[in-house]
């Protein structure tokens, strides 16, 4: 059996889901709604405050899909839940991120200022910056595969450079540094 598949859903309290035909699994919650087609080898089942997924065979396809489904189902009901928030950090002397509506507005260094257009489902925030500290974007969303995909796409806008580090990271993510030029060799 998958470890992560043959592991139950807990559903918390406020959080329903139902199967709907075409094997398609909708989770509702207080902070939204998200709906997953679960492929049709795979069984889901509720039983009381739980879900279940089960294979109905030990194929490789089978296996990765059990533990894909599971963890998805999963992640939805976290999503509806508690939500997702990622924080992204700008990291340069006059970088810097206005949030107006849902439109980024970014400083990244260019001759020109970069405009970023968010989808609805997500809010965007941008943290109060103290003197000495980078500017710091908080986004909100209850849908994960979302919010990683904007979060991913904002940091290639000016992805961190490996001397000085300067460019959109992750708060809290490592860097790989590297040296630069040695003064002595010749």
Avoid: C, W
Wanted: net charge positive; aromatic share 4%.
């Amino acid at each position: 059996m998958s470890r992560i598949g043959k592991l139950p859903v807990h559903l918390p309290a406020g959080v329903t889901v139902e199967v709907l035909p075409g094997n398609v699994v909708k989770v509702k919650g207080p902070k939204g709604e998200l709906s997953q087609k679960v492929d049709s080898d795979i069984t889901v089942t509720l039983e009381g405050n739980e879900v279940k997924l089960t294979r109905p065979t030990d194929l490789p396809r089978h296996r990765s899909l059990h533990g894909l489904y599971r963890a998805l189902i999963n992640n939805m009901v976290v999503g509806v839940s508690e939500g997702y928030e990622i924080r992204q950090e700008l990291v340069g002397v006059g970088y810097r991120v206005e949030v107006k509506g849902q439109t980024l507005e970014f400083a990244l260094g260019f001759s020109h200022d970069v405009h970023f257009m968010l989808p609805a489902e997500i809010k965007a925030e941008a943290a109060e910056v103290k003197k000495g500290q980078n500017p710091v974007l908080i986004l909100r969303s209850n849908d994960k595969q979302l919010i990683g995909q904007v979060a991913a796409k904002i940091r290639s806008l000016r992805k961190p450079e490996p001397y000085k580090g300067k460019g959109i990271k992750f708060v809290g993510e490592q860097l790989r540094r590297k040296a630069g030029k040695s003064a002595g060799a010749k």
